[in-house]
C-alpha cells in the first residue's frame, strides 16, 4: 500500500491554494491528482503520486545522469559508464 | 522521453552493477530493507539470487498493514459494525486477521466496509451521505501522512460532522533506532524507503548514521535502484564509512516536501505507538492533536481494548530480521495468502506472502 508511482501531469484542473487539483497520465491511465503539495509543478512535469496525492516533482536531471548511466552500460562502454557513475555517486553523496 | 519506470529496469546495468557489487564484497555483511516494497521487488526480480553469498538481506518492519496492532484492527471492525457507519480502508487492510475475524468477513455479514483508493474518497463519501457516520482507517508511514493531513484539513475546512479516523500511523526512524538499539541486532547497513524519505527527507538518518555508525542509503524502487542501493551500502561498510548517502536523486531532496511536513506538524502528535509482533515503540506514531481531536474514531466510538497476539505467528521476528518466513513453522502450511495467520502474509508488502509467492514453487521452497 505504499506504492508511489511517477506519472505526466497533463492539465492543471483547479489552482486553489488549499485544493490544487490537475490531471496526470501513468503510462496511459489518467487520474485526478491533488497537486497542493506541489505548488511549483506544471504541466510537463513528471510527479510521484501516493494515494491521489502528488508527493514531490522528479528531478528530470538527476534522472538524465542515472539514465545516461544505464544507456552507458548497454553499451558497455567502460570508460564513459565509469565517469557517469563517478557524477552520479558525487551527487548522490552530498549530503 | 524519460517515463521514470522502464529505464530503471535494463537488465544489463542491473547485472553490471552487480558485477561490480561481487568484486568489491570482501566480508560478511547483514543489510535490511526496511520497506516492504522493496522485499516484495528485491524477490520479484531476483535480486537477492544474484548476490554475493557474503550478503545477506534482512527484512525490515516497513510494512504498515503488517505493523499495524491487532488491537487496531479489532476496533475497526467494532466500529465498521455499528448499523450507521460506513467503513472506508485501503484494500490490503481488509483481510488483516484481527482476533476473532477480517474486516472482509464483517462486510460479509452486513457491515457498510468500502475499499477507497484516496482517503479523499471517503470524505467524498461522507458528503454524499450526511446521516450515516463515515470513519477511514488511517495506517500508513510519512509516506502517506500528508494525504490524510490534508483530508482532515479538508474535513474541518468545510466543517464535517460526519467525518473520523481510526489513526494507527507509524514512523520510520524511530524503528530503526529500536532495531539498532536491540541486544540481538544483526543490522549492519540499511535501505531507507525512497518514499518516506520523498516526503520526509533524510536529515535524521544522517543522525541516525552518526550516532549508530551505521550505514544507511536512501534507495528507490525499480531494480536498478535497488541494486545501487546494496552497493553503495556495501562500499561504506568494506570501507568502514557510515554515512548517510541519497542513491535515489530524482526523487528525494535532503529536507523533503517541506509543505507536507507542516501539514503533518499542524494536524498530528508524536505519540507512543505499538506493533504488531513487536510491542511498542515509544515515540514511534502518529494521532490527531487536540485542534483535530473532534475527527478521532476512537473517541467518538468511545473504544478501547486491549488484546493478546496469538503465539503461532512469529512475524514480530520477521519484521525484526530476526528471522526469515521459513523458519516459520506455520509457513506454507497453515498459514497461506488464502487462510493467512499474521499479517506478513497478507500484506503485498508482507515478507511472508512475498517468499510464498516468490520462493515457492509447486509447493517446495526454491
Ligand atoms: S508464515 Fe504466517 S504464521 Fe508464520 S510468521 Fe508469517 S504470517 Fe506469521
Given at each position: 500500500m505504499c506504492l508511489a508511482i511517477p506519472g505526466k501531469i497533463i492539465q492543471i484542473t483547479q489552482q486553489e491554494k488549499d485544493n490544487r487539483l490537475g490531471k496526470v497520465n501513468f503510462a496511459g491511465v489518467v487520474k485526478v491528482v491533488n497537486l497542493t503539495y506541489v505548488p511549483q509543478a506544471d504541466v510537463g512535469d513528471y510527479v510521484t503520486v501516493h494515494v491521489g496525492f502528488a508527493l514531490n516533482v522528479m528531478d528530470q536531471h538527476d534522472a538524465e545522469l542515472v539514465i545516461s548511466h544505464l544507456n552507458s552500460v548497454s553499451e558497455q562502454n567502460e570508460a564513459k559508464l565509469d565517469k557517469v557513475r563517478q557524477r552520479i555517486q558525487k551527487r548522490s553523496g552530498r549530503s | 522521453m524519460i517515463k521514470y519506470v522502464s529505464e530503471f529496469r535494463n537488465v544489463q546495468a542491473v547485472h553490471k552493477i552487480l558485477k561490480d557489487l561481487h568484486g568489491i564484497t570482501k566480508h560478511s555483511w547483514s543489510i535490511m530493507e526496511i520497506c516492504g516494497g522493496q522485499t516484495h521487488a528485491l524477490l520479484r526480480y531476483g535480486i537477492d539470487e544474484l548476490l554475493p553469498k557474503k550478503i545477506t538481506l534482512l527484512h525490515g518492519p516497513g510494512c504498515p498493514v503488517c505493523v499495524t496492532p491487532l488491537e487496531k484492527i479489532d476496533k475497526a471492525i467494532y466500529i465498521a459494525r455499528q448499523s450507521d457507519v460506513i467503513f472506508c480502508s485501503?484494500?490490503?487492510?481488509?483481510?488483516?486477521?484481527?482476533?476473532?475475524?477480517?474486516l472482509l468477513s464483517a462486510k460479509a455479514e452486513g457491515a457498510d466496509v468500502r475499499i477507497v483508493y484516496s482517503p479523499m474518497d471517503a470524505l467524498k463519501i461522507a458528503g454524499e451521505n450526511p446521516h450515516r457516520r463515515v470513519v477511514f482507517f488511517?495506517?500508513?508511514?510519512e509516506t502517506t501522512v500528508p494525504a490524510i493531513a490534508m483530508t482532515v484539513h479538508r474535513a474541518a475546512t468545510l466543517k464535517m460532522k460526519n467525518f473520523y479516523l481510526l489513526v494507527s500511523h507509524v514512523l520510520v526512524p524511530p524503528a530503526i533506532r529500536a532495531l539498532l538499539a536491540a541486544p540481538d541486532n544483526r543490522v549492519q547497513g540499511f535501505l531507507a524507503a525512497g518514499h518516506v524519505c520523498t516526503v520526509m527527507g533524510y536529515e535524521e538518518y544522517i543522525a541516525i548514521s552518526k550516532e549508530f555508525k551505521i550505514p544507511i542509503v536512501v534507495t528507490g524502487f525499480e531494480p536498478y535502484d535497488l541494486a545501487m542501493g546494496i552497493f553503495m551500502c556495501v562500499r561504506q561498510l568494506e570501507n568502514g564509512t557510515f554515512k548517510t548517502e541519497n542513491e535515489y536523486t530524482r526523487a528525494v531532496a535532503?529536507?523533503?516536501n517541506v509543505l507536507a511536513q507542516d501539514l503533518m506538524h499542524r494536524v498530528f502528535k508524536v505519540v507512543d505507538r505499538k506493533w504488531r509482533g513487536i510491542g511498542v515503540i515509544p515515540q514511534s506514531g502518529l494521532d490527531l492533536n487536540e485542534h483535530y481531536a473532534e475527527f478521532d474514531a476512537e473517541t467518538a466510538f468511545n473504544v478501547h481494548l486491549e488484546v493478546q497476539e496469538p503465539e503461532e505467528c512469529i512475524s514480530g521476528l520477521v519484521l525484526q530480521g530476526?528471522?526469515?518466513?521459513?523458519?516459520?513453522?506455520?509457513?506454507?502450511?497453515?498459514?497461506?495468502?488464502?487462510?493467512?495467520?499474521?499479517a506478513t502474509m497478507v500484506s503485498t508488502e508482507g515478507a511472508c506472502a512475498a517468499y510464498y509467492r516468490y520462493k515457492m514453487i509447486d509447493g517446495d521452497k526454491k
Open positions: - | 485501503f484494500g490490503d487492510m481488509l483481510r488483516v486477521p484481527g482476533s476473532h475475524l477480517d488511517a495506517v500508513g508511514f535532503r529536507q523533503g530476526v528471522k526469515k518466513p521459513f523458519e516459520c513453522s506455520e509457513f506454507a502450511k497453515r498459514c497461506t495468502p488464502d487462510h493467512p495467520l499474521g
